[in-house]
């Protein structure tokens, strides 16, 4: 999760509103604002510059402050309305399947004439890349395993077949449907505001329908504000994990302890460099060829650890945990906590991985709409949803379902070891297997790639929505938020480690739950009002059953 996008190649600035008169070349451009001189560092940014800066003021000179203040009011933030982190994306999923299932799915994301700009399964291809990254190698091992020994809500005996199942059911549900629900609304809403409508590339003109002129102004800008310290800590914490990531696997090729919170500071900083000068380069093309490669070494990583692994084993798990997350879905969903123990399980992992996918939602939302320009909404929906869901099971599964095996059958002990520091997970399952040292060098490679285009990306986007969506944004602004950026996860990583990246995003996701109920509100009256829909039907709302 990482959730870690490559880049698009950054479209031609000068792109002109969407409009179904444009020619077939102006068309699959990616809409954008106009390029007005002296127009590009608006209030949006330098309110946004401004907050950051004094966040990490304070974190610098005060942690030991920060970091108890901010403990106690995500405690507040998820006793009061944790909730809503889980009934929300549920109700995403099933505003997204009405859209689908009925006659809007028939839109398209663009004119009525418009067509996919790439193959399908191009397209299949990027829209995993954008959120496969440094979490998947975090959490793919560390998740199932803390589960097995801690099993979710009490549910299983820990360390029985019983609590294998019911880790990878939860773990499904942080990284499944849930997920891409978050994603898909946003993506949704964006591609159909750009490519359709011709608004901005931003969250704010979305919101015109349910605040009219507003949009524009101070709330709208407001919102995009919101946005960007969202996206802001979702990247920072992808940043601090990808350098424990990269120091835990140091460590093990070099045979030196490297995972010292300065070797961490010290990978930040030369990193930060390396994607920072990426963004500023240009080079989008490369990065996304570069990202493509990166899946095709995760998936020769994943097909290794299969067949090396318990192969039969995880064929039985998969199948039995993926019908036990179907068959108790909405159960699961709204399992809430029961006391103050069952709490604290709940923010260290589920409230975690919502809050993380709803920091990241606006992010992975752009990318989706720059991908999905020609694609009806049934197709976007259903393929979104479904496809990204299977193969992140599948992940899960393999690797933390051969660590689950290799705990219960051999006593390896890579649970415990998770407990305690959750980096170690998964070089503790390499380990297990052969040809330990060159899956050691890969994984290591696979974070650094994965760190590095996905930053970039990040950088684009904050520098994109900063500039009041100009998709051409300057290279002193990319390079001041690729600062930004890997200043903010050095700091935070100083003050309190995993934990205050943690309670970053949950704290800011948390203002920004009420920014997604407002964009799916949009959404749906942007869509009773299509004309496509209303001229079929003859009624000037298109959409009198979803409402």
């Known amino acids: ?176 449907l849930h997920a891409w629900a978050v994603f898909a609304t946003f993506g949704l809403a964006i591609g159909y505001s750009t490519h359709r409508l011709g608004n901005k590339g931003l969250v704010s003109p979305i919101l015109r329908p349910l605040i009219g002129r507003h949009a524009d102004g101070a709330v709208g800008k407001a919102v995009d504000v919101l946005v960007i310290l969202s996206t802001l800590f979702g990247t920072t914490t992808s940043l601090g994990l990808g350098a424990a990531q990269i120091s835990q696997g140091l460590s093990r090729i070099a045979g030196v302890d490297l995972t010292t919170t300065g070797v961490q500071l010290i990978v930040i900083a030369l990193v930060t460099m390396l994607f920072t000068a990426s963004a500023m380069s240009g080079i989008g093309r490369g990065i996304r060829y570069l990202s493509q490669a990166t899946m095709v070494i995760a998936a020769a990583l994943l097909l290794f650890v299969l067949l090396t692994g318990p192969t039969g084993w995880l064929i039985n798990l998969f199948l039995r945990s993926l019908g036990g997350y179907a068959g108790g879905f909405v159960e699961i969903s709204l399992m809430l906590p029961t006391d103050g123990q069952d709490l604290a399980w709940m923010q260290g992992w589920t409230y975690f991985m919502m809050a993380w996918w709803i920091s990241w939602g606006a992010f992975v939302g752009v990318f989706l709409a720059r991908i999905s320009r020609g694609r009806t909404i049934r197709q976007f929906v259903l393929v979104v949803l479904g496809v990204p869901t299977l193969i992140f099971s599948a992940w899960f599964t393999v690797f933390g379902g051969s660590a689950m095996f290799m705990d219960l059958e051999r006593g390896t002990g890579i649970g415990a070891a998770a407990a305690e520091n959750v980096n170690t997970a998964f070089f503790g399952l390499l380990d297990q297997l052969p040809l330990t040292p060159l899956t050691s060098v890969v994984a290591v490679v696979l974070v650094v790639l994965y760190f590095v285009t996905g930053a970039d990306s990040n950088t684009y986007v904050l520098s994109v929505i900063s500039t009041d969506g100009r998709m051409d944004p300057g290279r002193p602004v990319m390079g001041l938020w690729g600062v930004l950026t890997g200043a903010t996860a050095a700091v935070l990583l100083y003050a309190g480690g995993l934990d205050a990246l943690q309670t970053a995003v949950m704290l800011s996701a948390a203002p920004f739950i009420f920014v997604i109920l407002a964009l799916a509100i949009s959404l749906v009256l942007m869509l009773r009002r299509d004309p496509s829909v209303a001229a079929r039907t003859g009624v000037t709302s298109a959409l009198p059953e979803v409402v």
Not at 17 to 42: I, Q, V, Y
Not at 76 to 90: E, K
């Open 1 to 176: 999760m990482t959730q870690d996008a490559p880049a698009e190649p950054r479209p031609d600035s000068t792109a002109a509103p969407c409009d179904p008169r444009r020619t077939r070349r102006e068309t699959e451009r990616f809409p954008s604002a106009p390029n007005l001189p002296g127009s590009s560092l608006n209030g949006v940014f330098w309110t946004s510059v401004t907050l950051i800066v004094v966040l990490l003021a304070v974190a610098g000179l005060w942690p030991a402050q920060l970091s108890a203040a901010a403990d106690a009011a995500m405690n507040w933030v998820t006793a009061t309305s944790g909730w809503s982190l889980l009934l929300i994306p549920l109700g995403l999923i099933g505003l997204l399947l009405v859209l689908a299932c009925t006659r809007i799915g028939d839109i398209r994301l663009g004119p009525d004439g418009s067509r996919p700009q790439y193959p399908t399964h191009a397209w299949i291809a990027m829209l995993l890349g954008a959120v496969m990254g440094i979490g998947m190698i975090t959490y793919g091992v560390a998740e199932p395993v803390s589960h097995l020994l801690d099993p979710p809500h009490d549910l299983a005996e820990p360390g029985s077949r019983d609590a294998a199942v019911d880790a990878l059911r939860f773990t499904f549900l942080d990284w499944g």
